[in-house]
């Protein structure tokens, strides 16, 4: 059996967890929190980041940090998981899905400026599969109709726009370190807040409105409740977990961009028979988060999940167009979303991980080179 996802095991888990159990101190924002934090600031210039118990937690923060209210309007692709969009519906706004472009699940950039109204608040990106949207335009639009830039970073980790870190553009940024993401701890998360004088806010929401962290930290000399906000800290358990996976960072991401790159060779003959490999533009890096291809269409799809199926291998297609999704459609303004469409009937994921070994690797790329024979 090829597993769709096997999360990476690094080598000093259980040793940083023991240490933290033996410490006594397992709440959040112990000394492997402090770690990771540390961590991300320097390696990649993050301010101020806050571990979560997970991206859906950081994006539902950035919600609450942008001030989103009822009647606001939020744009976002609708080619994303639905965490993207609950954490806005969560406070009233009114979704706007926008498509994807015809060559890349990424949001469309060029079709936003016409879904701006005078009520439009925030644009959130997903950088799909760890790709960069095209920022330039996005951080454009934002300029013209004073907009608030939301990163769903959930895929992004180790990633980069023209040389610069993803997270880092939005005045927000959520990442995910769910098991199926690069670097994991089971469910977890990080938010950045990237503007001068949100960072008090934002460690206020995250401690259930109180102003604990400043109390904890010896700024002031008692705590209380002054915001709203929610419990989104990690157990220190879990950082720890975490910190031993970004101590093996660059090993994870050297073997899962070995193996991304061998999908990309071996599968290169199918791309004559219609079938749509990645494409990375030249402003994006590649992470080696997701290995895709966009079968001709849905029956087809269906055929080859089904093949690779009875030869134990999981390959799995990705999300509904969230504008067609049971809760949503009635909601939906009506106007057709064609590529997110053709990748919500079209798109499947092969197996990739860390320990994909290549005798594996070759027997799934040996099947998909068949089924199209
Ligand atoms: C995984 C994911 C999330 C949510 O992250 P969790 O940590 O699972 O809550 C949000 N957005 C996208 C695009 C994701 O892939």
Redesign the pocket.
């Given at each position: 059996m090829i597993r769709f996802n096997v999360p990476y095991k690094a080598s000093r888990e259980l040793q940083h967890v023991k240490e933290v159990l033996e410490s006594g101190n397992l709440s959040g924002d112990g000394l492997f929190t402090r770690k990771v934090h540390a961590f991300f600031s320097e390696k990649y210039g993050f301010r101020s980041p806050l571990l979560t118990t997970?991206?859906?937690?950081?994006?539902e923060m950035a919600a609450i940090l942008a001030r989103i209210a009822p009647g606001d309007e939020v744009i976002m692709p609708s080619y994303?998981?639905v965490?993207?969009a609950n954490a806005f519906e969560l406070r009233g706004a009114k979704i706007v899905f926008a498509d994807s472009l015809s060559y890349d699940p990424n949001m469309d950039t060029e079709s936003l400026e016409n879904l701006i109204t005078p009520k439009t608040k925030a644009i959130v990106v997903?950088h799909?599969a760890g790709v960069a949207v095209h920022m330039d335009q996005v951080m454009q639009l934002a300029q013209d109709h004073d907009l608030t830039i939301i990163e769903?970073a959930?895929?992004s980790i180790d990633a980069t726009y023209k040389g610069r870190p993803l997270g880092t553009f939005g005045s927000y940024a959520?990442f995910?370190?769910?098991e199926?993401?690069n670097i994991s701890c089971g469910?977890?998360?990080m938010f950045i807040a990237s503007l001068d004088g949100d960072f008090e806010r934002a460690e206020i929401i995250r401690e259930k409105g109180t102003n604990r962290s400043a109390f904890f930290r010896g700024d002031i000399d008692k705590y209380g409740w002054v915001d709203v906000g929610s419990s989104y800290l990690p157990s220190d358990i879990l950082a720890a977990v975490l910190y031993a996976q970004l101590e093996e960072l660059d090993q994870i991401q050297t073997l899962r961009l070995a193996v991304w790159k061998r999908y990309m060779d071996g599968l290169s003959g199918i791309k004559s028979k219609g079938v749509d490999l990645p494409v990375i533009p030249d402003y994006a890096s590649n992470n080696a988060h997701m290995f895709y291809i966009v079968c001709n269409d849905k029956t087809e799809r269906t055929e080859l999940i089904e093949r690779l199926k009875e030869h134990q291998i999981k390959a799995a297609f990705h999300y509904q167009p969230l504008h067609r999704s049971k809760y949503f459609a009635g909601k939906h303004d009506g106007r057709s979303l064609p590529n997110a469409d053709k990748y919500g009937d079209r798109l499947v994921r092969l197996p990739l991980f860390a320990d994909l070994n290549a005798v594996d690797q070759d027997k799934i790329i040996d099947l998909v080179c068949d089924h199209y024979k």
């Open positions: 997970s991206g859906t937690h950081a994006l994303t998981f965490s993207t997903v799909y769903d959930a895929h959520a995910s370190f769910h199926t993401k469910e977890g998360g």
